[in-house]
């Protein structure tokens, strides 16, 4: 799929990339002299989410290829909570020397907005290291809906203002996101239901409780497939695959309307460039393994790959889409 992350990365963002720049930096440089020599111990991977999870299955394929490249364990360490905060802030206190790093998500974009307290900067306190894939978000609905299409959604919508209601994973996730930015998008006023987690909410709108949602393609095709969901659009650039008789949003009237689960590795800011450097050209011949990719691909996702800079451009795109969604739709937490 076309991909923003491929866009033309800003000098400041490169910096970013790079590790460079203040006392950390500088201090860090010290902690690996020798590239080659890295790695020389243990790896710990950080992932913000309950073990089982797509980004905790991701982690650990990652985290085995690494092991068996290096001749060095990747320990995966599950830190659920806060919306993947808890993980993050304990990876923001470690040293930046290349062996302790973060599995960043599209909530580190979120958050960024959703939270007024946090105590990271996610953009100024990591460095980005490499993409590792993306998986388009589908707008479902109950088969009970008579609409099927988006034109005939938004339609239904607007015709009965607050009567239908989208599902979501809790307040300031990427579905509810989603679901904001398609009441802006398309100037519908549909009701937020938040549950807790993504289980209760997917059993609620399977039993025709709540209206709609949108949903992983990992999560949605199953459904889909069994005439248990009806799919209206993919928010992604291009049809996926899996659905290829489901239009994008943008075929179906909403253009530029991407909503994309995602996830990369980070590093604490001032990691030594050699050792991000050496992480993202191992990372990106993993990504390209064939068993990965078919792995990658049974769970609805596309390996993405490439530079520390052009993952820095993605996410700071990503940080920004998500601050004008939560501004418009009010959305806080402490």
């Not at 000098?11 to 790079?18: E, G, M, Q, T, Y």
């Not at 010290?30 to 905790?56: H, L, M, N």
């Not at 599995?103 to 105590?119: P, Q, W």
């Not at 679901?179 to 709108?205: F, Q």
């Given at each position: 799929?076309?991909?923003?992350?491929r866009?033309?990365?800003?000098?400041?963002?490169?910096?970013v990339?790079?590790?460079?720049?203040?006392?950390?930096?500088?201090?860090?440089?010290?902690?690996?002299?020798?590239?080659?020599?890295?790695?020389?111990?243990p790896i710990?991977?950080?992932?913000?989410f309950?073990p089982?999870?797509?980004?905790?299955?991701?982690?650990r394929?990652?985290?085995?290829?690494?092991?068996?490249?290096?001749?060095?364990?990747?320990?995966?360490?599950?830190k659920?909570g806060?919306?993947?905060?808890?993980g993050?802030?304990?990876?923001?206190?470690?040293?930046?020397d290349?062996?302790?790093?973060?599995?960043?998500?599209?909530?580190?974009?979120?958050?960024?907005s959703?939270?007024?307290?946090?105590k990271?900067?996610?953009?100024?306190d990591?460095v980005?290291?490499v993409?590792?894939?993306?998986?388009?978000?589908?707008?479902?609905?109950?088969?009970?809906?008579?609409?099927k299409?988006?034109?005939e959604?938004?339609?239904?919508?607007?015709?009965?203002?607050?009567?239908?209601?989208?599902?979501?994973?809790?307040?300031?996730?990427?579905?509810?996101l989603?679901?904001?930015?398609?009441?802006s998008?398309?100037?519908?006023d549909?009701?937020?239901?938040?549950?807790?987690?993504?289980?209760?909410a997917?059993?609620?709108?399977?039993?025709?409780?709540?209206?709609?949602?949108?949903?992983?393609?990992?999560?949605?095709?199953?459904?889909?497939?069994?005439?248990k969901?009806?799919?209206?659009?993919?928010?992604?650039?291009?049809?996926?695959?899996e659905?290829?008789?489901?239009?994008?949003?943008?075929?179906?009237?909403?253009?530029d309307?991407?909503?994309?689960?995602?996830?990369?590795?980070?590093?604490?800011?001032?990691?030594?460039?050699?050792v991000?450097?050496k992480?993202?050209?191992?990372?990106?011949?993993?990504?390209?393994?064939?068993d990965?990719?078919?792995?990658?691909?049974?769970?609805?996702?596309?390996?993405?790959?490439?530079?520390?800079?052009?993952?820095?451009?993605?996410?700071?795109?990503?940080?920004r889409k998500w601050?004008?969604?939560?501004?418009?739709?009010?959305i806080?937490?402490?």
């Amino acid at each position: 799929m076309t991909h923003p992350s491929r866009r033309t990365v800003t000098a400041a963002l490169a910096a970013v990339a790079a590790g460079l720049g203040g006392a950390r930096g500088a201090a860090a440089r010290g902690v690996v002299e020798d590239v080659s020599a890295y790695p020389s111990k243990p790896i710990t991977i950080v992932v913000g989410f309950t073990p089982g999870g797509p980004t905790d299955i991701l982690a650990r394929l990652v985290g085995t290829k690494l092991a068996q490249s290096w001749g060095k364990p990747v320990i995966v360490d599950n830190k659920p909570g806060g919306g993947s905060n808890i993980g993050t802030e304990q990876v923001v206190r470690a040293d930046p020397d290349g062996y302790t790093l973060l599995l960043a998500t599209i909530a580190n974009a979120s958050n960024a907005s959703v939270y007024k307290h946090l105590k990271f900067d996610f953009q100024k306190d990591f460095v980005p290291i490499v993409q590792l894939m993306a998986s388009a978000s589908v707008l479902v609905v109950h088969p009970s809906v008579p609409a099927k299409s988006l034109k005939e959604l938004i339609a239904l919508a607007k015709a009965s203002p607050g009567k239908l209601n989208y599902a979501s994973t809790g307040v300031g996730g990427s579905p509810n996101l989603a679901g904001e930015m398609l009441k802006s998008r398309a100037g519908i006023d549909v009701v937020h239901i938040p549950y807790k987690g993504a289980t209760p909410a997917l059993n609620d709108l399977l039993a025709g409780n709540v209206t709609m949602g949108f949903m992983t393609s990992l999560g949605a095709v199953q459904h889909i497939q069994a005439g248990k969901l009806r799919a209206i659009a993919v928010a992604s650039a291009r049809r996926v695959p899996e659905l290829p008789d489901v239009p994008t949003m943008a075929e179906s009237g909403l253009p530029d309307f991407q909503v994309l689960s995602w996830n990369g590795l980070a590093a604490p800011a001032g990691t030594p460039r050699p050792v991000i450097d050496k992480l993202n050209k191992e990372v990106n011949r993993i990504l390209d393994l064939p068993d990965v990719k078919k792995q990658l691909e049974t769970m609805g996702a596309e390996p993405m790959g490439g530079t520390p800079e052009e993952f820095a451009s993605f996410i700071d795109a990503e940080t920004r889409k998500w601050a004008a969604v939560v501004k418009t739709a009010g959305i806080s937490l402490d």
